[in-house]
């Protein structure tokens, strides 16, 4: 019983707690033994919340035997990046700086999560701050990727991903600043959206870019991260960038499944050269896929996303010198003193608790950033990476007017060895360059999985890409291809990744 | 925390025959508003530390802010009472540098977009023939959060040098403020210092005006920065305009009314000697000793100070409607010195008195007491009196003291209906600072009433008359001064309980005078 529970779908498993077939705790805890037998392979958690998750779940089943009304999702286990605050669960962000630190408030991702009645299973690993493509920048190790212990599972939410790909959870909670929940997502053949900026409240999201970070589910089905997406999504007063506007209807248009007549745009500087070609092959797949389910296909052209890459990395680090400015050491967080000083002041108690609770990819943007906004510089750096950004939103709306959605391989390859690109930064930032244009215009995203690579046997993912507000239109397509790909495929493409027993528990340490 | 310093300063005089002073006023104001500019706490002055504080303000990981939208309409209203352009768009930025009091370590602030912009503010100064009016240029004013508060411990001066250590209340972290930056004030001449301190006390009385701020400078509640420089004096046929601008200093700390023009005034003394000595002078902040009445070095500033300002990306931009400017610009007082004109020959006060009564802050006390029905002259004659006088040794204000315009306008009807004196009268006030009662009931406690009885009065001036045959026929002779011996006689005959006034017409009726 207990494996058939933790390989269910959100919404299968949501309709047998519905029908009272399962119980909330009997859920929670098949997630939590499947925790306690893979994640030492996997090292998708920082923090696993035991006593929480089943205290949760028991007051579900207290309240569906009560005949409370519940939400859609009420008993279904998550597991939550580690980068939003949970009220006395530790919140790291994956940083040595926030070691021990327990949050005295909730996100409200967080909060809505509660609401609703989803047992939150523990905090996943991520990238430092979420700087980084493969969750190899962790302070607290690198997470593995389910199909292939020794790859990556992207970042900088590869724990989410890593999670759900490898059944510990049907759901996650990812952030997406320069494609953080969908580079993960398609490296680890599962489903990832980055909603429209504004659609999902930042409150209590440790903020890495703020004009660009957006919170989004992570999960194994198209319907699956619409359910969790209408229930995190929504006006929040506490963050005055939320959209006041109902949520887009995502549930409908993933049930709805629906491409006929729509316009689908293939981005023509989103695919070419540096694409792995088995990444490309899927991708072509996918879009004929597309075709025969009814969609009209038209090849439009974005020409300044090709500085999308460089006005990101000015702007995300500008703002990310600014965000991080806060762990100094004088009220949370790691606190050290200045070797061989006796009665240190303020200022180096801050600068060497800042060395010592830093990583080095931390430290590094911290420095462009700093470097960006400085007087004389500012102007050539961050002002011109700005007006970058409303061309590449220019290029959108033009782009928008041929095609109702636009599409393209969500990441340039499938995914890399743990180690490889850890000494090339470049080589790392080019893992986004797909994705980031989404991030500086603000609009949604999501990536799904179009198969695996032939050359490697790993997954890849395409890109969905819908004008800003309109997110449902992600989900009616997704929804559709992903029907006729497991058509193609005679069932989910997660069934044929290989089979996890703890045995590799390898140098990650064990957290719980 | 005593300063001393061994800079020459120049007589003033001598300094402002050979430069000409050129200054600029930064004003910080705290408004009053129910809760912080970015969050819900509260802002009352006084709690414990570190009690009106949440993740917000604290500057915890993933906290936000949120815009107070009666702050923005204070600082409309400011703005408009300034005569001042409204931005019918603008953003806030985060201003970046580390510093243990602010908790994110920038401070969100407005920068090169502030909300009010272009302004002025005509205040008054003594001129050869009565007050001028003196019109001070109005570069900005913005909206930004204040900081926490360090108290340094242990050390001799309470700066953060030489301290053991630190504490910090991060109560006032968040509090709105506004700041309210003059354009650089040219043409004052000697009146600087002068002109500098009336400004500040029209921005006071005009906040007040307002209700936007308790302006309290004693609290912080209003906190004043003075940037001064010297140049030469214009000789010969050239303007004085045209004579290029000296290097300034900042002096920080100018935090009350009177502080402001003795900083300037120190400060021109200072510059000027080290000018006319042959020096330069250092661009520097510099600090206000309120205790020494001079200023010391602080920090080299230098326009290399960066702070790295950006657009704060997590608010969206302040965009008043014009429908709203109106409504606000719809909800501003008489200016201050309008309403004082106004007042004053309302009062029939002499430009003495009303100067005295503005300078004492019995303005509004006044106005509500002759509001309750006491005469103008009444009025002016309590409040500046002895609560005045306790008052100003106290340093405390006037209302501080037990008594209200309802009291004052009670104990003046008593007079006018006749039924205490006016030494009676003084009686009562007494009480009324003794926290006894209401006049009424202070003057039934301690027995005071005229005595109405005629036949009584009518045989003490009798008698009184009888016994003092000399005094009398001065009287008769026409010496109508002298019958003031004899009234005397008849009050202190009647224990004080009689009506001075007729006492007068009684003993003049008898002698014939
Ligand atoms: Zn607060």
């Known amino acids: 019983m207990t494996p058939d529970l933790t390989r269910s779908s959100a919404a299968d498993l949501a309709g047998a707690l519905s029908r009272k077939d399962v119980s909330a705790v009997e859920a929670t805890q098949a997630h939590l033994d499947r925790i306690a037998a893979v994640d030492g392979d996997v090292h998708a958690f920082l923090h696993v919340d035991t006593e929480g998750a089943l205290a949760a779940a028991r007051d579900v089943d207290r309240r569906r035997a009560a005949g409370e009304e519940l939400s859609p999702l009420a008993g279904v286990p998550i597991a939550v990046k580690d980068i939003a605050v949970t009220k006395g669960v530790p919140t790291t962000c994956g940083s040595r700086t926030l070691e021990g630190w327990i949050p005295p408030y909730d996100a409200t991702v967080v909060a809505r999560l509660r609401a609703a009645g989803l047992p939150i299973l523990g905090k996943t690993n991520m990238d430092e701050f979420a700087m980084g493509s493969s969750t190899e920048h962790s302070a607290f190790g690198p997470t593995h990727n389910p199909w292939d212990l020794e790859r990556i599972p992207g970042g900088s939410g590869g724990g989410s991903s890593a999670a759900v790909a490898s059944f510990q959870a049907p759901l996650a909670i990812g952030t997406d600043t320069g494609g953080s929940i969908r580079q993960p997502a398609a490296v680890t053949g599962t489903v990832g959206t980055k909603p429209t900026y504004g659609g999902v409240s930042r409150y209590g999201l440790v903020a890495l870019a703020s004009s660009l970070d957006q919170a989004g589910p992570c999960s194994r089905s198209v319907l699956d991260a619409a359910l969790l997406h209408a229930v995190i999504a929504g006006h929040d007063v506490m963050d005055s960038t939320s959209i006041d506007a109902p949520v887009p209807p995502v549930v409908e248009a993933a049930r709805r499944a629906d491409v006929r007549g729509l316009r689908v745009g293939v981005v023509k500087e989103l695919g070419g050269e540096g694409y792995q070609p088995g990444v490309r092959t899927r991708f072509e797949e996918s879009v004929q896929l597309l075709v025969d389910a009814g969609a009209e296909v038209v090849e439009v052209s974005c020409p300044h996303f090709d500085y999308a890459l460089a006005a990101y990395y000015l702007i995300m680090p500008s703002e990310a010198s600014s965000n991080l400015a806060r762990f100094d050491a004088m009220r949370y967080g790691l606190r050290v003193g200045p070797d061989g000083v006796g009665s240190p002041s303020a200022e180096q108690v801050m600068a060497a608790s800042r060395d010592a609770g830093f990583g080095d990819e931390v430290k590094r943007r911290i420095i462009l950033g700093t470097y960006a906004l400085s007087s004389g510089y500012y102007d050539a750096y961050y002002g011109q990476a700005q007006k970058v950004r409303t061309l590449i939103a220019r290029d959108f709306a033009a782009a928008f007017e041929q095609a109702d959605v636009l599409v393209s391989p969500t990441a340039p390859t499938t995914a890399f060895r743990i180690g490889e690109k850890l000494d090339d930064p470049m080589a790392m930032y080019l893992n986004d360059i797909a994705t980031i244009p989404a991030n500086l215009a603000g609009i949604p995203g999501m990536s799904l999985p179009s198969g695996l690579a032939d050359e490697d046997g790993l997954p890849a993912g395409i890109q969905l890409l819908a004008p800003a507000t309109k997110d449902e239109r992600l989900y009616g397509v997704g929804a559709a291809l992903e029907a006729a790909l497991e058509q193609r495929w005679g069932g989910r493409l997660l069934d044929r990744a290989p089979e996890l027993d703890g045995s590799a528990a390898s140098a990650t340490e064990a957290r719980a | ?513």
């Open chain 2, 1 to 513: 925390m005593t300063a001393t310093t061994t800079d020459a300063v120049m007589d003033l005089d001598e300094a402002l025959e050979r430069f000409d002073p050129v200054f600029g006023l930064e004003v910080h104001v705290e408004l009053n508003t129910a809760t912080k500019m970015f969050c819900g706490c509260a802002t009352g002055f006084g709690a414990d530390p570190n009690t009106q504080v949440c993740p917000v303000c604290l500057g915890l990981p993933g906290a936000l802010p949120v815009v107070n939208a009666t702050a923005v309409e204070s600082a409309i209203r400011i703005g408009l009472a300034l005569n001042c352009e409204i931005a019918s768009w603008c953003r806030f930025a985060r201003k970046n540098y580390f510093y243990p009091d602010m908790p994110k370590n920038f401070q969100t602030s407005q920068y090169d977009e502030p909300i009010d912009f272009e302004g002025y503010l005509d205040v008054e100064v003594d001129g050869d023939d009565g007050p001028e009016t003196f019109r001070v240029a109005i570069e900005r004013a913005h909206m930004e959060e204040d900081t926490g508060k360090s108290l340094h411990v242990g050390g001799a001066t309470g700066r953060i040098q030489g301290a053991d250590h630190s504490l910090v209340d991060y109560n006032r972290a968040g509090i709105p403020l506004i700041e309210i930056v003059t354009k650089p004030i040219t043409g004052a001449g000697g009146r600087a210092p002068e002109v500098a301190k009336a400004y500040v006390s029209a921005l006071r009385d005009l906040m007040k005006a307002l209700g936007v701020s308790d302006v309290r400078m004693e609290q912080g509640s209003m906190r004043c920065d003075a940037n001064l420089s010297l140049r030469p004096r214009a000789t010969g046929s050239q303007e004085q305009a045209d004579v290029p601008l000296g290097t300034r200093t900042e002096t920080k700390n100018v935090n009350s009314l009177r502080s402001v023009e003795r900083a300037i005034r120190y400060e021109i003394g200072r510059q000027a000697a080290v000018l006319a000595a042959g020096g330069s002078i250092v661009q520097e902040t510099r600090h206000w000793h309120e205790d020494t009445g001079v200023t010391t070095s602080g920090r080299p500033k230098s326009d290399a100070d960066d702070y790295r300002y950006f657009p704060e990306p997590d608010l969206v931009p302040v965009a008043p409607s014009a429908e709203l400017v109106e409504r606000l610009r719809g909800t501003l007082p008489e200016p201050p010195a309008q309403r004082r004109h106004r007042l004053q020959s309302e009062w029939g006060y002499s430009d003495l008195e009303m100067r005295d009564v503005y300078n004492a802050g019995a303005v509004e006390l006044i106005e509500e007491s002759v509001a309750a029905g006491a005469t103008p002259a009444a009025a002016r004659k309590w409040w500046m009196g002895e609560i005045a006088r306790r008052a100003s040794a106290e340093l405390r204000p006037l209302a501080d003291f037990g008594v209200t315009a309802q009291h004052v306008a009670e104990l003046d009807g008593l007079v006018t209906s006749g039924r205490l004196n006016d030494s009676m009268a003084r009686q009562v006030m007494e009480g009324l600072l003794a926290g006894e009662g209401t006049p009424t009931e202070i003057a039934d406690a301690r027995g005071l009433q005229l005595v109405e009885d005629d036949d009584a009065l009518e045989t003490a001036v009798d008698e009184v008359i009888a016994a003092n045959p000399d005094i009398a026929d001065k009287v008769r002779g026409g010496k109508v001064q002298a019958a003031g011996a004899l009234i005397g006689q008849v009050m202190k005959a009647m224990n004080g309980q009689a009506d001075a006034g007729k006492v007068r017409r009684l003993i003049l009726d008898k002698l014939g005078a």
